[in-house]
C-alpha cells in the first residue's frame, strides 16, 4: 500500500475490519454538472455509510494516489475546472507529473486492489463502442476487469455502448457478469436490454460466497455484479434508442472521439431527456452504492482461504 494516503475515516476502518466500497471520482469530475456534483458525491457516500459500510471515494490529487477524500478535499474536486479523466495508461504520468484527476471505472480497480478493496460500486462501466469494428474504440474497463480481481457494480454497461459486443467481449475474457435479481443484462438508463445475463443471483450473501468461491481457486479475473436501475427510476428503452441514435450522429458530426465521447454522448442526452437522464444517473449509482455495501459486509463474514 505504499504510495496511497488513506482518508482518517478509511484507515480507522481498515484497523477496525469494518467493510470498506471503493467508489469511482470521474462522475464526479466528468459525469456531473458543477455543483451537483459536490453534494451527489456526498449522497453517494451516505448511502454506503447508512448500509453499513465506509465509503472510499478513490482519486489522484497533485500526484497522489486518495483512497477515501477528506471534505476540502472532495469540495475541491468537485469545484476545479481542468481535472484530468484517468484511466490505466494515464495514472503513471499523472503522479509523476503532479497531476489532479479522476479516475475511471478502470483506475480504481487497479488502486482500489492495491489498497486492499474488494468491493467497488459505480454506475455503468465502459465497453465496446458502436461502430467499433471500424474504430477499434473498446474501453480499457473490459480488460480490467479481466486481469484485476475487484468485484464491480453497476447498472451493467452504458447503454451508448454496443452492449451484444461488449457482452461477448467479457465471455471471451472469462468475467463472470451476473444479475442482480434479473435474467436480463441491464441498459444504464433502462432495465432491460434485450440480452439474456449469463449469471443470476439474488442476494449479496450469494454474490460473496460466488466470489470467494472463484478467489479460492486463484482466479484472477474481476468480477461485473450487474445492478438494474430502481423500476420507478428507469426511462423507457424504445426513446432512449433514438435518443441515443441522434446523440452519436451529433458526436460523428462534430469529430467527437477520445475521451471525450462518453461526456458528450450523456450530455446530448441529458439535454434531450430534459435533465431526466441525470436523476436516473443519480439514482442508480445510490442503488448501486447500497447493494455494494451489503456485498461488502457480506465478504467480511467469508475469509479467504485459498491464494490470493
Excluded at 138 to 144: K, N
Excluded at 201 to 209: G, K, R, T, V, Y
Aim: with cysteine.
Amino acid at each position: 500500500m505504499t504510495g496511497l494516503i488513506f482518508s482518517e475515516e478509511v484507515e480507522t476502518a481498515f484497523a477496525e475490519g469494518r467493510p470498506v466500497v471503493a467508489l469511482e471520482s470521474t462522475i464526479l469530475t466528468h459525469g456531473l454538472p458543477k455543483p451537483d456534483n459536490l453534494h451527489i458525491g456526498r449522497e453517494i457516500e451516505a448511502e454506503v455509510r447508512a448500509a453499513g459500510a465506509v465509503p472510499a471515494t478513490i482519486a489522484v490529487l497533485d500526484g497522489t494516489v486518495r483512497i477515501g477524500l477528506s471534505t476540502p478535499d472532495l469540495v475541491r474536486l468537485c469545484s476545479t475546472d481542468g481535472v484530468v479523466k484517468l484511466s490505466r495508461r494515464d495514472l503513471g504520468v499523472a503522479l509523476s507529473q503532479g497531476w489532479t484527476g479522476g479516475t475511471t471505472v478502470a483506475a480504481t480497480m487497479i488502486l482500489a486492489v492495491r489498497a486492499g478493496i474488494e468491493v467497488f460500486a459505480t454506475g455503468g462501466i465502459g465497453g465496446v463502442h458502436r461502430g467499433a469494428e471500424l474504430d477499434f474504440d473498446i474501453s480499457a474497463d473490459l480488460d480490467e476487469l479481466a486481469r484485476t480481481p475487484v468485484m464491480v457494480i453497476s447498472a451493467g454497461a452504458k447503454s451508448i455502448l454496443d452492449l451484444p459486443k461488449t457482452l461477448e467481449v467479457l465471455e471471451t475474457k472469462g468475467v463472470p457478469v451476473i444479475g442482480y435479481g434479473t435474467d436480463e443484462f441491464p441498459a444504464f438508463f433502462c432495465r432491460a436490454s434485450g440480452l439474456r445475463v449469463p449469471l443470476r443471483l439474488d442476494s449479496p450473501e450469494e454474490i460473496a460466497a460466488a466470489w470467494r468461491a472463484g478467489r479460492d481457486l486463484g482466479l484472477e479475473a474481476g468480477m461485473l455484479i450487474a445492478n438494474p436501475v430502481p423500476e420507478e427510476h428507469a426511462l423507457d428503452r424504445a426513446a432512449m434508442e433514438r435518443i441515443i441514435d441522434d446523440a452519436l450522429f451529433e458526436a460523428k458530426r462534430t469529430g467527437t472521439n477520445g475521451k471525450q465521447v462518453t461526456p458528450y454522448l450523456l450530455e446530448q442526452i441529458r439535454a434531450a431527456t430534459g435533465g431526466a437522464s441525470l436523476t436516473v444517473n443519480i439514482e442508480l449509482v445510490r442503488s448501486n452504492a447500497r447493494l455494494g455495501a451489503g456485498i461488502a459486509e457480506a465478504l467480511f463474514r467469508r475469509p479467504l482461504r485459498g491464494r490470493v
